[in-house]
């Protein structure tokens, strides 16, 4: 992808399209401030560059019938979550419909030169599928802080190795692409925004609740990054003074009260202790304990299980309360791999926040599960690469 948008105005209408699917010319007028003229040029020169195409007559509103345009349909991009413990890889066209994605666990911990000879492993893979012969640029994911404009992990607590690492230069050379990178949980918000349940939202938050938590902050429509791009690191809030060693190297951290890795030291000690039968049986068949056994012993009314989940979710829920006193969203979501706990962790949450925030905040607010699950990541890795390629270069 060579051409890029000229002015404000063809970003807009590119922006219409990719979220709209295609759309008349009439259809257009009606959403854009522009005399029909200065549509009809703006349109035409990005006829020209072949950023959009036509796409045959549109419905009759009486008289002349106006012919849609579409977004390239040939455009493609590559969205790419990297958690703690997996990646996930997706190509999604130019309305960011997702055309293959595929899945695999990886340790973050064993650095990037690893983890990105899987995920260029994995976009070989796609790409041989026939769903791609190549990229126009991809959005990258990682979990922990980036420094924005550059694309670089800064002091990441759960990426040893990533401080300063150039991810997005070092992509865009392997991928022959732009490349832009997040935090992933920026990308998750972005991702239920474009396609899952915060689709009507303006204001909102998105929790992360996998191996660590975060929370992606979104105000107008649009992530705010803050200063410096660390915005949303609330894992690091302080949840009980002077308390647990956190791998950040404070005290008392809510990461080291609940998150994946949390939950997972708290089950095997129940195990250990004699406190879950069901928790016991699993550690000893499969020798260590992850957030989806203490799922599936909840499952089953294990009451050790139980609480371990409704104290995670108080925890955080307690967080979210301040956040929502701070901030008074329109909705709040709660996703990420810890979510397979399901309700009996939503209802925890759900109480503290509104037990604790103000009736003004809490009286009409939604709090809910994502509904995209590992998509929600690369639908807003793909996102926020079509953002950047649909701006005014």
Same mark, same amino acid.
């Given at each position: 992808?060579?051409?890029?948008?000229?002015?404000?105005?063809?970003?807009?209408?590119?922006?219409?399209?990719?979220?709209?699917?295609?759309?008349?010319?009439?259809?257009?007028?009606?959403?854009?401030?522009?005399?029909?003229?200065?549509?009809?040029?703006?349109?035409?020169?990005?006829?020209?560059?072949?950023?959009?195409?036509? *796409?045959?007559?549109?419905?009759?509103?009486?008289?002349?019938?106006?012919?849609?345009?579409?977004?390239?349909?040939?455009?493609?991009?590559?969205?790419?979550?990297?958690?703690?413990?997996?990646? *996930?890889?997706?190509?999604?066209?130019?309305?960011?419909?997702?055309?293959?994605?595929?899945?695999?666990?990886?340790?973050?911990?064993?650095?990037?030169?690893?983890?990105?000879?899987?995920?260029?492993?994995?976009?070989?893979?796609?790409?041989?599928?026939?769903?791609?012969?190549?990229? *126009?640029?991809?959005?990258?994911?990682?979990?922990?802080?980036?420094?924005?404009?550059?694309?670089?992990?800064?002091?990441?607590?759960?990426?040893?190795?990533?401080?300063?690492?150039?991810?997005?230069?070092?992509?865009?050379?392997?991928?022959?692409?732009?490349?832009?990178?997040?935090?992933?949980?920026?990308?998750?918000?972005?991702?239920?925004?474009?396609?899952?349940?915060?689709?009507?939202?303006?204001?909102?938050?998105?929790?992360?609740?996998?191996?660590?938590?975060? $929370?992606?902050?979104?105000?107008?429509?649009?992530?705010?990054?803050?200063?410096?791009?660390?915005?949303? *690191?609330?894992?690091?809030?302080?949840?009980?003074?002077?308390?647990?060693?956190?791998?950040?190297?404070?005290?008392? $951290?809510?990461?080291?009260?609940?998150?994946?890795?949390?939950?997972?030291?708290?089950?095997?000690?129940?195990?250990?202790?004699?406190?879950?039968?069901?928790?016991?049986?699993?550690?000893?068949?499969?020798?260590?304990?992850?957030?989806?056994?203490?799922?599936?012993?909840?499952?089953?009314?294990?009451?050790?299980?139980?609480?371990?989940?409704?104290?995670?979710?108080?925890?955080?829920?307690?967080?979210?309360?301040?956040?929502?006193?701070?901030?008074?969203?329109?909705?709040?979501?709660?996703?990420?791999?810890?979510?397979?706990?399901?309700?009996?962790?939503?209802?925890?949450?759900?109480?503290?926040?509104?037990?604790?925030?103000?009736?003004?905040?809490?009286?009409?607010?939604?709090?809910?599960?994502?509904?995209?699950?590992?998509?929600?990541?690369?639908?807003?890795?793909?996102?926020?690469?079509?953002?950047?390629?649909?701006?005014?270069?």
């Amino acid at each position: 992808m060579t051409a890029r948008p000229a002015n404000a105005h063809q970003a807009r209408l590119l922006r219409l399209l990719r979220d709209g699917g295609p759309t008349s010319r009439a259809q257009l007028g009606d959403r854009m401030d522009l005399s029909r003229s200065r549509l009809a040029v703006e349109v035409d020169r990005l006829l020209d560059t072949g950023l959009v195409i036509a *796409d045959g007559l549109a419905a009759s509103r009486g008289g002349r019938r106006s012919h849609n345009i579409r977004l390239s349909p040939t455009l493609r991009l590559l969205g790419v979550d990297i958690g703690a413990t997996s990646v *996930d890889v997706s190509v999604t066209n130019a309305e960011l419909e997702v055309l293959g994605h595929l899945t695999q666990p990886m340790d973050v911990r064993e650095g990037p030169v690893a983890v990105f000879e899987q995920v260029l492993a994995m976009a070989g893979k796609l790409r041989a599928t026939g769903v791609a012969e190549g990229f *126009d640029g991809a959005g990258i994911g990682v979990p922990g802080p980036v420094r924005f404009p550059e694309g670089v992990p800064v002091a990441p607590p759960i990426m040893p190795g990533w401080d300063g690492f150039p991810v997005r230069e070092a992509l865009s050379q392997e991928l022959g692409c732009p490349v832009m990178v997040d935090n992933d949980v920026n990308l998750m918000a972005m991702g239920e925004q474009q396609a899952g349940v915060a689709r009507s939202a303006k204001d909102f938050l998105c929790v992360k609740i996998g191996t660590g938590i975060g $929370c992606g902050i979104v105000v107008g429509g649009e992530v705010y990054r803050g200063t410096t791009g660390s915005a949303g *690191d609330i894992g690091h809030i302080v949840a009980e003074p002077d308390g647990r060693p956190c791998a950040c190297g404070n005290r008392g $951290c809510l990461e080291a009260y609940f998150g994946g890795a949390a939950l997972a030291r708290d089950a095997e000690a129940a195990a250990r202790e004699g406190r879950s039968p069901e928790l016991a049986a699993r550690l000893e068949a499969a020798g260590t304990l992850a957030a989806s056994d203490v799922a599936a012993a909840a499952a089953t009314g294990d009451a050790a299980a139980l609480d371990l989940i409704r104290e995670g979710g108080t925890r955080t829920g307690q967080v979210i309360a301040g956040l929502v006193s701070f901030f008074n969203p329109g909705l709040v979501v709660i996703g990420g791999g810890v979510t397979g706990l399901g309700h009996t962790l939503l209802a925890a949450i759900r109480t503290q926040v509104y037990r604790q925030s103000l009736p003004l905040a809490t009286g009409n607010l939604p709090i809910v599960l994502g509904e995209l699950g590992p998509l929600a990541g690369v639908i807003g890795a793909a996102r926020l690469i079509s953002d950047h390629l649909l701006s005014p270069a």
